[in-house]
């Protein structure tokens, strides 16, 4: 398993400005992942962050709107560009050790943009 | 591609009842095959896993066995508590260099006392 953290918990931010959100990992793991939950709905996956190569997104989801970073095996951070009222949801990281095994979930980024 | 449809909530139940939640699969190749919990506020808890055909997954009371014939995961319990009430959420991830999971829906479940 991975002991992973995410900050900040929540935010209130208002439309058209910028959040970065931090996901840290107790150890080194070859494989992050970002996901959006909206309120009520199950998780979609934005992106896969690789260490030392460009993240790679999934349709719908663009590196201008969500730019994500990856400088080492224990941590990225992904931020939420250009806010408006719909990209309120949770933000969660996760992260995978090899092909088909479970991946372990950070606690979430609550968003709400006003 | 790979899909997940699981049963359709809200389900809510009496203390100590049965539970089941159903689950199927389409899927390439041989993929493993999950149940996460998510309790209010918090983020999404691995509760079991199987990754071959005829594998059970179990954990807390939960068990799930991995149907590859009825590409089925269904989720059971013999005797729920309030302290089970959550969303639960099949995934499965497939094989390859494809780490990718993909849910279902998602089953909210309320247990009452």
């Known amino acids: 398993s991975a002991v992973i953290s995410q900050k900040p918990s929540r935010d209130i931010c208002q439309r058209g400005t910028s959040l970065t959100i931090q996901c840290q990992v107790d150890?080194?793991?070859?494989?992050m992942f970002w996901y959006r939950q909206q309120p009520g709905q199950s998780l979609t996956l934005i992106a896969t962050a690789n260490q030392g190569s460009e993240a790679t997104y999934e349709s719908g989801f663009v590196i201008d709107k969500f730019p994500i970073s990856r400088p080492n095996l224990t941590f990225s951070t992904l931020t939420v560009s250009n806010m408006s009222p719909e990209d309120s949801s949770i933000y969660l990281c996760s992260v995978g050790r090899e092909a088909r095994a479970e991946q372990y979930f950070g606690p979430g980024t609550r968003l709400t943009v006003t | 591609g790979n899909s997940v449809t699981q049963m359709e909530g809200p389900v809510t139940l009496s203390e100590e009842a049965f539970l089941t939640i159903n689950c199927t699969y389409t899927a390439t190749g041989y993929p493993s095959l999950f149940w996460y919990v998510q309790y209010p506020g918090e983020g999404l808890q691995l509760l079991l896993k199987?990754?071959?055909?005829?594998d059970k997954g179990s954990n807390k009371g939960f068990e799930a066995t991995y149907r590859k014939e009825t590409t089925s995961f269904h989720l059971e319990k013999g005797s729920v508590q309030v302290s089970d009430s959550a969303v639960y959420f099949c995934?499965?991830?497939?094989?390859?260099?494809?780490?990718?999971?993909?849910f279902g829906k998602g089953t909210l479940l309320t247990v009452n006392p």
């Open positions: 199987a990754t071959k055909a005829d």
């Open positions: 150890s080194q793991v070859t494989m």
């Open positions: 995934a499965l991830s497939s094989g390859g260099s494809n780490y990718k999971l993909t």
